[in-house]
């Protein structure tokens, strides 16, 4: 256990790692400032946006960043590239409406966070670890009680209610992203992938979160699922479930899902049965 948490102390310690993760904070942070005024509306005439972050990652790190990127939700729909410049490295971002969509469908705090603050443009060209700026927090004021004379005045709402109508409006809008236009969950290509994807589509499914169900089977769709792998996790059962939602487009996913897999399982079984036989 102590060796453990010395090798994590270490990899924090460790400078290229650290650049790593202030890489990913930048990100972060661009991406949502985009929901400011000044950014919604450039994407709003552009569809996309598009940053330069000037950083010396190595391979690794780079590797490592990618993989970061493609395995958060958030995230995934970002597209990521490393130029190679005279005066150094650097990372380009790309981010579609449907990328900042999504990480909108993950924080959706952050759409009404920033939904009325001003662009200042701080993100834009070439960004630094050092000039990077962390998100600012809102500082909660206690209410005041009024007095006998303002309480005969009509009452306004309070800030706690329109904020609150602010969050719902704002889940409204990104709960009604397209499923289509989800983007499909990396699943890796060993059992372990399969056993995440069940707890994910079972998770989503208890949550009532079918952009993340859809997510799942998009992702479950890329690869092939051996047939002791679905004996193994009984994944069938949980893409199953997807069909008894009521929407149509993911109870599509599922039955393409459910029926590749019925055929790989009965081809298995036959290819048993020869075996046998032929002993």
Request: charge should be positive.
């Given at each position: 256990?102590?060796?453990?948490?010395?090798?994590?102390e270490?990899?924090?310690?460790?400078?290229?790692?650290?650049?790593?993760?202030a890489?990913?904070?930048?990100?972060?942070?661009?991406v949502?400032?985009s929901?400011?005024?000044?950014?919604?509306a450039?994407?709003?005439?552009?569809?996309?946006l598009?940053?330069?972050f000037k950083?010396?990652l190595?391979s690794e790190m780079w590797k490592?960043?990618q993989t970061f990127?493609?395995a958060s939700f958030?995230?995934?729909g970002?597209?990521?590239?490393?130029l190679?410049?005279g005066?150094?490295?650097?990372?380009e971002?790309?981010m579609?409406?449907e990328a900042?969509?999504q990480y909108?469908l993950?924080?959706?705090?952050?759409v009404v966070?920033?939904?009325?603050?001003?662009?200042?443009?701080?993100?834009?060209g070439?960004?630094?670890p050092?000039?990077a700026?962390?998100?600012?927090?809102?500082a909660?004021t206690?209410?005041?009680v009024p007095?006998?004379?303002?309480?005969?005045?009509p009452?306004a709402?309070?800030?706690?209610k329109?904020?609150?109508?602010?969050t719902?409006e704002?889940?409204?809008?990104i709960s009604?992203m397209?499923?289509?236009?989800?983007h499909?969950r990396?699943?890796s290509r060993?059992?372990k992938?399969?056993v995440?994807a069940?707890d994910?589509?079972?998770?989503?499914l208890s949550?009532k979160?079918l952009?993340?169900a859809?997510?799942?089977l998009?992702?479950?769709?890329?690869?092939e699922?051996a047939?002791e792998?679905?004996?193994?996790?009984?994944?069938?059962?949980?893409?199953?479930?997807?069909?008894?939602q009521?929407?149509p487009y993911?109870?599509?996913l599922?039955d393409?899902?459910?029926q590749?897999?019925?055929?790989?399982w009965r081809q298995a079984?036959?290819?048993k049965?020869?075996?046998?036989?032929?002993t």
């Amino acid at each position: 256990m102590q060796a453990m948490q010395g090798a994590s102390e270490e990899r924090a310690q460790d400078p290229a790692a650290a650049l790593m993760l202030a890489t990913v904070r930048m990100i972060r942070n661009w991406v949502e400032s985009s929901f400011s005024g000044g950014e919604a509306a450039r994407m709003e005439r552009k569809g996309q946006l598009k940053a330069r972050f000037k950083v010396e990652l190595s391979s690794e790190m780079w590797k490592e960043l990618q993989t970061f990127v493609k395995a958060s939700f958030a995230l995934s729909g970002l597209q990521l590239k490393r130029l190679e410049r005279g005066e150094g490295s650097c990372v380009e971002v790309l981010m579609s409406g449907e990328a900042r969509q999504q990480y909108a469908l993950k924080n959706p705090h952050v759409v009404v966070k920033n939904a009325e603050k001003p662009s200042d443009g701080a993100l834009e060209g070439f960004c630094t670890p050092e000039t990077a700026k962390l998100p600012v927090h809102e500082a909660s004021t206690p209410c005041k009680v009024p007095s006998q004379k303002q309480a005969k005045r009509p009452l306004a709402s309070s800030p706690e209610k329109s904020k609150r109508s602010r969050t719902k409006e704002a889940m409204a809008k990104i709960s009604s992203m397209p499923l289509q236009d989800v983007h499909a969950r990396e699943v890796s290509r060993d059992l372990k992938g399969v056993v995440a994807a069940k707890d994910g589509l079972t998770a989503a499914l208890s949550s009532k979160d079918l952009h993340e169900a859809v997510a799942w089977l998009k992702g479950l769709g890329r690869r092939e699922v051996a047939p002791e792998d679905l004996a193994k996790t009984r994944i069938g059962l949980a893409v199953n479930e997807c069909r008894k939602q009521g929407d149509p487009y993911m109870t599509k996913l599922a039955d393409i899902l459910l029926q590749r897999w019925k055929k790989a399982w009965r081809q298995a079984q036959e290819q048993k049965g020869s075996e046998r036989d032929a002993t």
